[in-house]
């Protein structure tokens, strides 16, 4: 029989702090609004700003919006589960998290493969950037990478919905990830674990490994540059968004590449942390920090 008995999960979260509750609670509320408003600033920059409507920007609002889908998601829960000591979450609410989670994670990936693309096209082709970058081919790319992620992830997500949960509903964990749930599972999810090997070739490694591939063509054609200064400026064009992608990818290979097996579930909740919480407060303060377009817009939005 098909059928859930479990209707609600236990999140662990960190455990009891004990008298540190308060100091984390503060630091990761800091954290949380930080990246909230950090993020939204740059949307709203690059909405309001003629400066900014470019396609490198664009993107890079998209990207912001995939931050927030994130930090959104996971660490109001996780915020609850340190003041409370755990965070009870239903069956559907947790189905819904490992979703949106999941969803953000895949078009995050396909969305620095295509700021990727656009650096490539605008140091290795600057003539005809304009004409291959219109504002109609900006649209398509931009929307294929979520289009991606909130369709291919039902792959994964429906036969985890479908998983029998027949007695354990305490996840160590906090929020709903794949594994975690996989473990409490009393189906069996080799037919699962199969199909999440399979489709992370086209979902995260070609993702990334076309990111490798249009960097290394990136760095020749800087190689030829003939002047120091012409060299350093044409990098500092791509250098965000390096950062940016060498953030992301690793975390993501820490989380999910390397086996969990013989790591400890505080180094397993580390590494979530970092990828989860700390990797969306990354991308703005990169962006609007050092970039010093950025920074002139919103000396004109203030000023």
């Known amino acids: 029989m098909n059928q859930t008995t479990v209707t609600e999960f236990i999140l662990l979260g960190f455990g009891n702090l004990h008298s540190f509750t308060i100091v984390f609670f503060s630091l990761f509320l800091f954290i949380f609004l930080f990246t909230v408003m950090g993020n939204l600033l740059i949307i709203v920059l690059v909405s309001t ?45 947790c189905i819904t998290q490992l979703y949106f989670y999941c969803g953000s994670i895949i078009t995050e990936c396909f969305l620095l493969s295509v700021m990727s ?22 649209i398509c790319l931009s929307v294929w990478p979520w289009l991606v992620g909130l369709t291919f992830n039902l792959s994964g997500v429906i036969p985890i919905a479908k998983f029998n949960f027949c007695h354990d509903n305490i996840i160590d ?21 199969l199909e999440g090997f399979l489709f992370s070739m086209p979902l995260f490694i070609f993702p990334c490994g076309f990111i490798i591939v249009t960097y290394v063509r990136i760095f020749l054609t800087i190689y030829k540059i003939p002047s120091t200064t012409g060299k350093q400026k044409t990098f500092s064009t791509c250098s965000y968004h390096l950062i940016v992608v060498g953030t992301f990818y690793g975390t993501l290979t820490a989380k999910y590449m390397i086996p969990s097996k013989g790591n400890s579930s505080l180094i397993n909740k580390i590494v979530s942390l970092l990828h989860t ?16 377009d950025i920074k002139l817009a919103l000396k004109k939005v203030s000023g």
């Open 49 to 93: 700003n003629v400066h900014l409507q470019t396609p490198m920007y664009y993107f890079l609002c998209h990207l912001s919006i995939s931050d927030l889908v994130i930090s959104t998601n996971v660490v109001p829960n996780m915020l609850g589960a340190i003041l409370q000591g755990g965070k009870i979450m239903t069956y559907h609410g």
């Open 117 to 138: 693309y656009d650096r490539y096209l605008a140091i290795c082709n600057p003539l005809r950037y304009s004409s291959i970058m219109v504002f109609k081919r900006q």
């Open 173 to 193: 964990h906090f929020y709903c990830d794949f594994f975690p749930l996989q473990k409490l599972s009393c189906s069996d999810t080799s037919v699962v674990e």
């Open 277 to 292: 919480v700390f990797t969306p407060l990354f991308n703005p303060m990169i962006y609007s920090l050092r970039n010093q």
